[in-house]
């Protein structure tokens, strides 16, 4: 397919009970790219994934996954997207490959013993075959659940928190196969909370009730952001967090080991604090994703 973008929508909206779940949501997602989606839970992440692989139809808006419309051809969509749910929804109760059977026959997969073969090798999944799926670890059932969403050789990952409870060594070999996928022209759409996740993708957005509140590269949020960050050194650090946050309530304080960091959204709300507190050993530092996103949450309160 010659499509620029692997996903190209706009202003999609969904509600559930005449509750807002996503409002007004635009995405462009382009061709072999990794797009980290965060946010907090029941931000609407899910929702929207759903709405692009054709599981549910939004109840406005428009646009195209893979070159298809998503409200007409859903059919067609979910044949060239795979899918990995925050939940493992394989068969607990049938082996590692008899799912990947099952799902490739689905599929109608000519040679599907080739190709779960095939999988298998690829995921290192040959020792777990017999084994059945409710019985592995939460690292290898995100292996298998990665290899059903691939056995018919799809376009575009949608990948929902696929890492959760999965242990740092699984996490960091799971990031290095879905970057080898973007190599061969595969597209990925992965909502996560672990920053250091967020900043394996090439661009990043962020929802906070339905809401998309920012979007870009790292670079770009954090520019787009405008928060200011110091980190102070010294002794009672824990005391200190308890004087700030006594003095303002614009500052956001975090203890990060041996320095305390304080941001805000310019220098003017810091300065008092580091005069007033200048016993400490102040610096001014790179500010996080995380520290950013924090204030988007506070600030939507």
């Known amino acids: 397919m010659a499509e620029e973008y692997a996903i190209n929508v706009k202003n999609l909206n969904k509600s559930f009970n005449g509750k807002p779940a996503v409002v007004n949501v635009s995405l462009r997602v382009a061709q072999g790219e990794i797009f980290g989606f965060l946010g907090p839970n029941g931000s609407g992440k899910t929702t929207t994934i759903r709405m692009l692989c054709g599981l549910i139809v939004p109840d406005q808006g428009e646009g195209q996954c893979l070159g298809y419309d998503i409200r007409r051809e859903t059919a067609e969509i979910k044949q060239w997207v795979g899918y990995v749910p925050q939940a493992f929804s394989l068969y607990q109760d049938l082996t590692v490959k008899e799912n990947l059977e099952f799902i490739a026959?689905?599929?109608?997969?000519?040679?599907?013993?080739?190709?779960?073969?095939?999988?298998?090798?690829?995921?290192?999944?040959?020792?777990?075959?017999?084994?059945?799926?409710?019985?592995?670890?939460?690292?290898?059932?995100?292996?298998?659940?990665?290899?059903?969403?691939?056995?018919?050789?799809?376009?575009?990952?949608?990948?929902?928190?696929?890492?959760?409870?999965?242990?740092?060594?699984?996490?960091?070999?799971?990031?290095?196969?879905?970057?080898?996928?973007?190599?061969?022209?595969?597209?990925?759409?992965v909502s996560t909370h672990y920053m250091d996740e967020a900043e394996r993708c090439h661009r990043l957005a962020y929802i906070i009730?339905?809401?998309?509140?920012?979007?870009?590269?790292i670079q770009d949020i954090i520019q787009k952001a405008g928060i200011v960050t110091w980190s102070a050194s010294g002794k009672d650090l824990t005391k200190l967090v308890e004087k700030i946050e006594k003095q303002s309530n614009k500052v956001l304080t975090v203890v990060w080991g041996n320095e305390l960091r304080i941001s805000a959204s310019s220098d003017t709300l810091l300065q008092p604090i580091i005069e007033k507190f200048s016993q400490f050993h102040w610096q001014r530092v790179d500010t996080s994703l995380e520290e950013i996103f924090i204030h988007l949450v506070e600030k939507q309160k």
């Open 105 to 189: 026959r689905a599929y109608l997969q000519r040679n599907y013993k080739k190709k779960v073969e095939h999988m298998m090798s690829e995921l290192e999944l040959h020792p777990y075959k017999n084994i059945l799926s409710g019985k592995l670890s939460g690292g290898w059932k995100q292996r298998l659940s990665l290899a059903a969403a691939l056995i018919h050789d799809p376009k575009l990952l949608l990948l929902d928190e696929p890492t959760a409870g999965v242990d740092p060594k699984a996490r960091r070999e799971f990031w290095n196969y879905i970057s080898y996928l973007t190599t061969k022209g595969i597209s990925a759409l």
């Open 209 to 217: 009730q339905g809401h998309l509140v920012i979007e870009g590269t």
